[in-house]
Protein backbone atom coordinates (compact mmCIF):
# COMPACT_ATOMS: atom_id res chain seq x y z
CA UNK A 1 0.00 0.00 0.00
CA UNK A 2 1.15 3.48 -0.88
CA UNK A 3 -0.24 6.53 -0.24
CA UNK A 4 0.99 10.05 -1.97
CA UNK A 5 -0.15 13.23 -0.52
CA UNK A 6 -0.04 16.12 -2.50
CA UNK A 7 -1.58 19.90 -2.58
CA UNK A 8 0.52 21.48 -0.08
CA UNK A 9 1.73 25.24 0.04
CA UNK A 10 2.01 28.79 1.09
CA UNK A 11 -1.38 30.79 1.86
CA UNK A 12 -2.17 34.03 3.43
CA UNK A 13 -4.33 33.59 6.69
CA UNK A 14 -7.99 33.54 5.96
CA UNK A 15 -7.15 31.56 2.49
CA UNK A 16 -7.80 28.53 1.51
CA UNK A 17 -6.16 25.36 -0.08
CA UNK A 18 -7.10 21.78 -0.84
CA UNK A 19 -5.15 18.77 0.10
CA UNK A 20 -5.57 15.27 -2.30
CA UNK A 21 -3.91 11.64 -0.84
CA UNK A 22 -3.85 9.05 -3.80
CA UNK A 23 -3.98 5.64 -2.86
CA UNK A 24 -2.60 2.44 -4.32
CA UNK A 25 -2.70 -1.25 -3.14
CA UNK A 26 -6.05 -0.80 -1.51
CA UNK A 27 -9.19 1.12 -1.92
CA UNK A 28 -9.98 4.28 0.06
CA UNK A 29 -13.65 2.59 -0.57
CA UNK A 30 -12.91 -0.29 2.13
CA UNK A 31 -10.33 1.16 4.66
CA UNK A 32 -10.75 4.27 7.29
CA UNK A 33 -8.69 7.14 5.86
CA UNK A 34 -7.52 10.16 7.61
CA UNK A 35 -6.06 13.08 7.66
CA UNK A 36 -2.70 14.37 10.44
CA UNK A 37 -0.53 16.89 11.07
CA UNK A 38 2.90 17.81 12.92
CA UNK A 39 3.82 21.22 13.46
CA UNK A 40 7.53 21.37 14.49
CA UNK A 41 7.88 20.79 18.19
CA UNK A 42 4.93 19.06 18.25
CA UNK A 43 3.29 15.54 18.26
CA UNK A 44 1.26 14.60 15.06
CA UNK A 45 -2.52 15.20 15.88
CA UNK A 46 -5.33 13.93 14.24
CA UNK A 47 -7.27 16.45 11.73
CA UNK A 48 -9.92 14.66 10.10
CA UNK A 49 -11.14 11.23 9.23
CA UNK A 50 -13.70 9.22 7.03
CA UNK A 51 -15.11 5.85 7.53
CA UNK A 52 -16.26 2.79 5.52
CA UNK A 53 -19.74 3.67 5.70
CA UNK A 54 -18.84 7.48 4.94
CA UNK A 55 -18.42 8.77 8.56
CA UNK A 56 -17.02 11.62 8.58
CA UNK A 57 -14.75 12.84 12.17
CA UNK A 58 -13.20 16.47 12.57
CA UNK A 59 -11.14 18.13 15.58
CA UNK A 60 -11.96 20.62 17.19
CA UNK A 61 -9.68 23.12 15.97
CA UNK A 62 -10.39 22.48 12.61
CA UNK A 63 -14.53 21.64 12.51
CA UNK A 64 -16.35 23.87 10.46
CA UNK A 65 -13.44 25.12 8.55
CA UNK A 66 -12.09 21.40 7.34
CA UNK A 67 -14.25 19.17 5.19
CA UNK A 68 -12.59 15.37 4.18
CA UNK A 69 -13.65 13.95 1.21
CA UNK A 70 -13.57 10.61 -0.38
CA UNK A 71 -13.33 9.93 -4.62
CA UNK A 72 -13.65 6.49 -4.97
CA UNK A 73 -13.60 5.81 -8.55
CA UNK A 74 -10.43 7.85 -8.26
CA UNK A 75 -8.73 6.20 -4.99
CA UNK A 76 -8.53 9.07 -3.53
CA UNK A 77 -8.96 11.20 -0.52
CA UNK A 78 -8.94 14.96 -0.02
CA UNK A 79 -8.82 17.49 2.58
CA UNK A 80 -10.64 20.80 1.61
CA UNK A 81 -9.34 23.37 4.08
CA UNK A 82 -10.44 27.28 4.46
CA UNK A 83 -10.42 30.34 6.11
CA UNK A 84 -6.94 29.20 7.08
CA UNK A 85 -5.11 30.29 10.50
CA UNK A 86 -1.35 30.08 11.03
CA UNK A 87 -1.42 27.53 13.78
CA UNK A 88 -2.74 25.73 10.85
CA UNK A 89 1.02 25.51 9.65
CA UNK A 90 2.25 22.10 9.76
CA UNK A 91 3.45 18.66 7.93
CA UNK A 92 0.24 17.22 6.57
CA UNK A 93 0.05 13.48 6.44
CA UNK A 94 -3.17 11.01 4.95
CA UNK A 95 -3.25 7.86 7.04
CA UNK A 96 -4.85 4.23 6.10
CA UNK A 97 -6.23 2.00 8.94
CA UNK A 98 -6.69 -1.44 7.46
CA UNK A 99 -9.31 -2.31 10.55
CA UNK A 100 -12.45 -3.31 8.28
CA UNK A 101 -14.89 -2.03 10.89
CA UNK A 102 -14.99 0.25 14.13
CA UNK A 103 -15.23 4.10 14.28
CA UNK A 104 -12.72 6.79 12.89
CA UNK A 105 -9.57 6.22 15.45
CA UNK A 106 -8.23 9.46 16.22
CA UNK A 107 -4.65 8.03 17.31
CA UNK A 108 -1.51 7.74 14.78
CA UNK A 109 -0.60 4.34 16.54
CA UNK A 110 -4.45 3.25 14.65
CA UNK A 111 -3.17 3.45 11.12
CA UNK A 112 -0.72 0.75 9.19
CA UNK A 113 0.06 3.28 5.99
CA UNK A 114 1.26 6.43 5.89
CA UNK A 115 2.09 8.84 3.00
CA UNK A 116 5.01 11.58 2.98
CA UNK A 117 3.23 14.13 4.00
CA UNK A 118 2.95 17.79 2.33
CA UNK A 119 3.70 20.80 3.96
CA UNK A 120 1.46 23.48 4.68
CA UNK A 121 2.09 27.23 5.73
CA UNK A 122 -0.18 29.86 6.75
CA UNK A 123 1.21 33.42 6.74
CA UNK A 124 -0.56 36.06 8.98
Known amino acids: VQLQASGGGLVQAGGSLTLSCAAS????????MAWFRQAPGKEREFVAG???????SYSDSVKGRFTISRDNAKNTIGLQMISLKPEDTAVYYC???????????????????WGQGTLVTVSS
Open 25 to 32: GRRVSISK
Open 95 to 113: ALDITAYGGINDYPRAYEY
Open 50 to 56: VSRNGDT
